[in-house]
Structures are given as C-alpha cells and as structure tokens.
C-alpha cells in the first residue's frame, strides 16, 4: 500500500514592506523643529560660560552642588530636545529604524542621570516660590516614570505602549519651552493684577506671581494634549468578520 502523499500548505504571504511617510505628509514635524531649534538657540547659550551670573534665574549660593547641578540638566535637555525630534519624525522611523533605536536609547540612557536625577534634585531650590517647587519636583518625577515605562515596554516589545508612554516623556521634555507660550498668555492677566494694585509693581514680585501658574500649565497643558492624541487618534481596530 503506497504511503499518503504529503499535504501541500499554502506558503505564507510576506509582510508588505511599511510605506515611508513623507515629511511634508506630517506638518507639524518642521514647526517643531524651528520651536526647538529657535528656544536652544536663546536660552541655552548663557550658560555656555559656565558662570552663574550669566543664568537666566537667580542661582542660591548654597548647595554648592546647585549650579553645576543646572548645567547638567540643562545641556542634556538640549541633547533631548533635539533627539525628540528624530524619535518623532515618521519618515525617519521608517527608512532608519537603527536610527530610531538608537536615538531612543541615547535619550533614555542619558537623559536619567543628565535630566531627571539632577531635575529632581534643583527643584526643590526653585527661586519663584513653593508653588514652582512643587511643580518642578511633580514633573521630574512624572519624567522619569514616563521614560522607564517606555523603556521597559520596549524590552518586553510591547511598542504600542512603549510608543505611548514615550510621546507622555516628549510632552513634559518640552515644558520649559512651552512656559514661554504660557508666560504670553498671563502676561494680560498680570498687568491686569498689577493695574488694580493686587500685586505690586515689583521685578521680584511679578516673577513670585508668574512662577507657579506658568510652571504648572508648561506641563499640564503639553500632557493633556498627548493624552487626547492617544485616546482619539488611536486608530480603531476592525472587527473581524465571524467564521464557522
């Protein structure tokens, strides 16, 4: 009795390979790229002198460990800035996925030790007051939650998380640039304040009355918008057609 002939199976068909996205196909990708580039451009240099009294903000005498502290934070913030954009970029992501590893890896592995860790030990120093305190050491502490998780997700491969806790960490690495935009819009408000004599007309006092709301909506606002994007854009999933 001649043996069963083998059973042929239906070889199975190859992914079809990701179609690049254009940059011009994501808008957004050249405004914030002029944003980045334009913020580093006028608040990094200062510090280039490694002086403190070329800061920006006032820097306390005491700790010692404060200024070199900022420095740190601040020029691995710039390194991440720009990363952001790469990790964002669709064409980039899908022509160079080295790349994007890469660079992924570069801002989470640097930016703990050069952003978060030194974020979470200034803040507490903040010269604007409790409120901007409070503001500065939530943020740090919601970054670096933020970038582990995206980290961890990654390694487990489980990207559709990794992605979206990643875009929350890129939400919160531009606040500072964003307090900017904020600091435009309660300007009025704070003339308004100062006109009726509620607060005086004062540098420092201006700077007590500015420095929690704007420090809290830098990041607040940035955030809410992710989480929007990530709850109705998500594309919705096909249900798949019943079979016997």
Same mark, same amino acid.
């Given at each position: ?23 011009? #196909? ?60 790469? #990790? ?38 903040? %010269? ?64 308004? #304040? ?23 909506? %830098? ?26």
């Amino acid at each position: 009795m001649a043996p069963p002939a083998p059973t042929e199976t239906a070889a199975p068909r190859p992914r079809p390979a990701p179609v690049p996205v254009r940059w011009w #196909q994501r808008p957004w990708i050249l405004p914030l790229a002029l944003f980045s580039l334009t913020f580093l451009a006028y608040s990094v240099p200062p510090y280039f002198s490694l002086d403190p009294a070329d800061a920006r903000l006032p820097v306390p005498e005491t700790p010692a460990w404060y200024f070199p502290a900022l420095i740190t934070h601040i020029f691995g913030g710039t390194l991440l800035t720009l990363l952001v954009i790469l #990790q964002v970029w669709p064409w980039l992501r899908a022509r160079y996925p080295a790349v994007h590893r890469w660079s992924g890896r570069t801002y989470v592995l640097a930016g703990i030790p050069l952003v978060g860790v030194p974020a979470l030990l200034i803040a507490p120093f903040s %010269s604007t007051g409790f409120g901007t305190q409070v503001s500065n050491t939530i943020w740090a502490v919601l970054w670096l939650t933020f970038t582990v998780l995206g980290f961890v997700m990654a390694r487990r491969r489980r990207f559709a998380d990794h992605r979206e806790w990643m875009l929350r960490s890129f939400a919160l690495i531009y606040g500072i640039a964003f307090n900017r935009v904020i600091i435009l819009f309660l300007l009025p408000f704070l003339i308004l #304040q100062v006109e009726a004599g509620v607060i005086p007309d004062d540098e420092q006092a201006l700077a007590m009355a500015m420095g929690a709301p704007s420090s809290f909506l %830098s990041w607040i606002v940035p955030l809410l918008f992710v989480e929007w994007w990530i709850k109705y854009r998500k594309p919705r999933r096909r249900r798949r057609p019943a079979t016997a």
